[in-house]
């Protein structure tokens, strides 16, 4: 057994829901196995939760929530601040396990736990600066103002491709203001949470924390995720996946006047002008498409490129790609990993083919990789193609390592292609000339959640909201005032006066 399995208590066989300390026992013979896309070795196994442990999960967060919202909001702070400690602790075999489940470079899995970290860390501060406005009254001995309270019980549904990451923006955030959170992590990496739950229910122990305020259950889509995302009691979903789960999910909650945070598929494009330096240009084009081996929602999927330098451009990046190391990312001399199975694999050669057929060129790489060290059938050589904004394969998120060469010749031109996508999560320009910046940044410019200038359209700092436009879905985590998505806005109107005036001058003498 690998030595991070034992250090994070993670067992042979582990139960699929815990309302916080406690891990409630799930049915064995709904088991599930998980083993890894890096050499297939067995990771864990995991006895599903169903409809039983969904309502005790639902029961114990209900019951949670009535205390939880009481608590000063600093002393929640603290409870967040010292899980960010076990993270801290434990960074290294958590990031091992989210390498290992996930098949992310080790140095990324480790840097998915420092997110983690950083907003625990903003969470913190956020405590303290849980404010609202006060607002003139148009009525004499009045005062109005707007105050944030606690929404409820908030359903965090994340995907295998940020394992842990994506739960602590919603969890952390949430739990500061007063909210409970009921974790659904992806079927596909569900013992990196399963591994984060176990080290947080320490500070939770410790600490008191009533059984509820941090749950985690995973089973079956029709048996788990279908019924969160129906359940009046859950006021808020916070979705991260895929364009055709956030449709589900979005109408599911709409039906039910539910509110749902969606950060769902990205189609993003760097554009690459003639007076870009190169220098910055070439490794952070490089990075974005084949870190996580193209699968992030901010993954470059597109180069827009300035004619004049368009074949120098294409060589110099077959040149670096040339130069990948492809293998098992807990080398830490490895560059690409292994994607997260063979669907997957098989999905990014259905898009190549479906390339060539509408006219594009693949021009390197492609290939799914055999041989030794390569057995899962898991790793594929990242490609560069070329190909027309408008194909319709160009048009679709394939969360795979393809990048997209497409040629331009005026600004206009490229920034119409940047937008010319269903998607507007991520995008960046890469130039030096003043000009384009502030045009790619002005209302006529990118019409993305995330606009970069001279670095690459991954990587996004956990202080800024993060989320997307159009088919990204609309929602923000993370950062900033995002906040304000978890609690429930209140307009308070206070008479302090000896009469009883009525707003907009209506007269009501009785
Ligand atoms: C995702 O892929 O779902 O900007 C999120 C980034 C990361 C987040 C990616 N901070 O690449």
């Given at each position: 057994m690998q030595e991070f399995l034992h250090l994070l208590r993670l067992e042979p066989v582990n139960q699929g829901a815990s309302t916080g300390v406690n891990w409630l026992t799930c049915d064995s013979s709904k088991q599930t196995t998980i083993t890894s896309p890096v050499d297939g070795g067995l990771i864990g196994k995991i006895n599903k939760a169903g409809a039983k442990e969904y309502d005790q999960v639902l029961a114990t967060a209900e019951k949670a929530f009535q205390l939880w919202r009481v608590m000063p909001a600093p002393k929640r702070g603290e409870i967040v601040r010292q899980i960010g400690n076990v993270l801290r602790e434990n960074k290294r075999s958590l990031g091992q396990l989210v390498s290992y489940e996930m098949g992310k470079s080790l140095q990324e899995g480790m840097g998915e736990v420092q997110e983690m970290i950083d907003i625990c860390d903003f969470s913190v501060g956020l405590s303290r600066q849980l404010y609202g406005l006060t607002i003139a009254s148009e009525r004499p001995n009045h005062r109005m103002m707007e105050t944030w309270q606690p929404l409820g019980i908030v359903g965090v549904v994340t995907s295998f491709n940020f394992p842990v990451a994506v739960w602590a923006w919603n969890a952390m955030i949430a739990a500061v203001c007063g909210d409970v959170v009921i974790w659904k992590p992806s079927h596909k990496t569900p013992l990196s949470a399963i591994a984060t739950q176990n080290l947080i229910a320490d500070v939770l122990k410790e600490n008191n924390v009533p059984e509820g305020v941090f749950s985690l259950i995973t089973g079956d889509t029709r048996e788990i995720s279908e019924r969160i995302t129906q359940d009046h009691r859950v006021p808020l979903i916070s979705a991260t996946g895929s364009t055709r789960m956030g449709k589900i999910v979005g109408k599911a909650c709409a039906e039910r006047f539910g509110r749902t945070i969606l950060e769902l598929g990205g189609n993003n494009a760097i554009i690459l002008s003639q007076e870009a330096d190169l220098k910055l240009a070439l490794p952070a084009i490089v990075f974005g498409a084949v870190g996580t081996a193209g699968q992030r929602c901010t993954t470059t999927r597109r180069l827009i490129v300035h004619d004049s330098i368009y074949e120098s451009i294409r060589e110099k990046l077959v040149t670096a790609y040339s130069t990948l190391r492809i293998g098992?990312?807990?080398?830490?001399?490895?560059h690409v990993g292994p994607l997260i199975d063979k669907e997957a694999v098989h999905t990014m050669q259905e898009a190549l083919k479906k390339l060539k057929e509408q006219g594009?060129?693949?021009?390197?790489g492609g290939e799914v990789l055999s041989g030794k060290g390569y057995e899962t059938g898991t790793y594929v050589r990242p490609a560069i193609c070329e190909a027309k904004n408008d194909y319709p394969i160009v048009q679709e998120e394939t969360f795979a390592p393809i990048l997209y060469l497409i040629r331009y010749k005026t600004i206009d031109e490229a920034i119409s292609y940047q937008n010319g996508v269903a998607q507007g999560l991520s995008s960046a320009i890469f130039t030096n000339n003043m000009r384009e910046m502030e045009q790619f940044l002005?209302?006529?410019?990118?019409?993305?959640g995330i606009a970069n200038v001279n670095i690459g359209t991954s990587g996004a700092e956990i202080g800024g909201a993060f989320g997307g436009e159009k088919e990204t879905g609309g929602g923000h985590e993370s950062?900033?005032?995002?906040?304000k998505m978890y609690m429930r806005r209140q307009t308070v109107t206070i008479n302090y006066g000896s009469t009883v005036p009525l707003a907009q001058g209506i007269k009501f003498d009785l």
């Amino acid at each position: 057994m690998q030595e991070f399995l034992h250090l994070l208590r993670l067992e042979p066989v582990n139960q699929g829901a815990s309302t916080g300390v406690n891990w409630l026992t799930c049915d064995s013979s709904k088991q599930t196995t998980i083993t890894s896309p890096v050499d297939g070795g067995l990771i864990g196994k995991i006895n599903k939760a169903g409809a039983k442990e969904y309502d005790q999960v639902l029961a114990t967060a209900e019951k949670a929530f009535q205390l939880w919202r009481v608590m000063p909001a600093p002393k929640r702070g603290e409870i967040v601040r010292q899980i960010g400690n076990v993270l801290r602790e434990n960074k290294r075999s958590l990031g091992q396990l989210v390498s290992y489940e996930m098949g992310k470079s080790l140095q990324e899995g480790m840097g998915e736990v420092q997110e983690m970290i950083d907003i625990c860390d903003f969470s913190v501060g956020l405590s303290r600066q849980l404010y609202g406005l006060t607002i003139a009254s148009e009525r004499p001995n009045h005062r109005m103002m707007e105050t944030w309270q606690p929404l409820g019980i908030v359903g965090v549904v994340t995907s295998f491709n940020f394992p842990v990451a994506v739960w602590a923006w919603n969890a952390m955030i949430a739990a500061v203001c007063g909210d409970v959170v009921i974790w659904k992590p992806s079927h596909k990496t569900p013992l990196s949470a399963i591994a984060t739950q176990n080290l947080i229910a320490d500070v939770l122990k410790e600490n008191n924390v009533p059984e509820g305020v941090f749950s985690l259950i995973t089973g079956d889509t029709r048996e788990i995720s279908e019924r969160i995302t129906q359940d009046h009691r859950v006021p808020l979903i916070s979705a991260t996946g895929s364009t055709r789960m956030g449709k589900i999910v979005g109408k599911a909650c709409a039906e039910r006047f539910g509110r749902t945070i969606l950060e769902l598929g990205g189609n993003n494009a760097i554009i690459l002008s003639q007076e870009a330096d190169l220098k910055l240009a070439l490794p952070a084009i490089v990075f974005g498409a084949v870190g996580t081996a193209g699968q992030r929602c901010t993954t470059t999927r597109r180069l827009i490129v300035h004619d004049s330098i368009y074949e120098s451009i294409r060589e110099k990046l077959v040149t670096a790609y040339s130069t990948l190391r492809i293998g098992n990312p807990l080398d830490e001399n490895n560059h690409v990993g292994p994607l997260i199975d063979k669907e997957a694999v098989h999905t990014m050669q259905e898009a190549l083919k479906k390339l060539k057929e509408q006219g594009g060129k693949v021009v390197f790489g492609g290939e799914v990789l055999s041989g030794k060290g390569y057995e899962t059938g898991t790793y594929v050589r990242p490609a560069i193609c070329e190909a027309k904004n408008d194909y319709p394969i160009v048009q679709e998120e394939t969360f795979a390592p393809i990048l997209y060469l497409i040629r331009y010749k005026t600004i206009d031109e490229a920034i119409s292609y940047q937008n010319g996508v269903a998607q507007g999560l991520s995008s960046a320009i890469f130039t030096n000339n003043m000009r384009e910046m502030e045009q790619f940044l002005s209302p006529v410019g990118s019409d993305c959640g995330i606009a970069n200038v001279n670095i690459g359209t991954s990587g996004a700092e956990i202080g800024g909201a993060f989320g997307g436009e159009k088919e990204t879905g609309g929602g923000h985590e993370s950062g900033s005032d995002s906040w304000k998505m978890y609690m429930r806005r209140q307009t308070v109107t206070i008479n302090y006066g000896s009469t009883v005036p009525l707003a907009q001058g209506i007269k009501f003498d009785l």
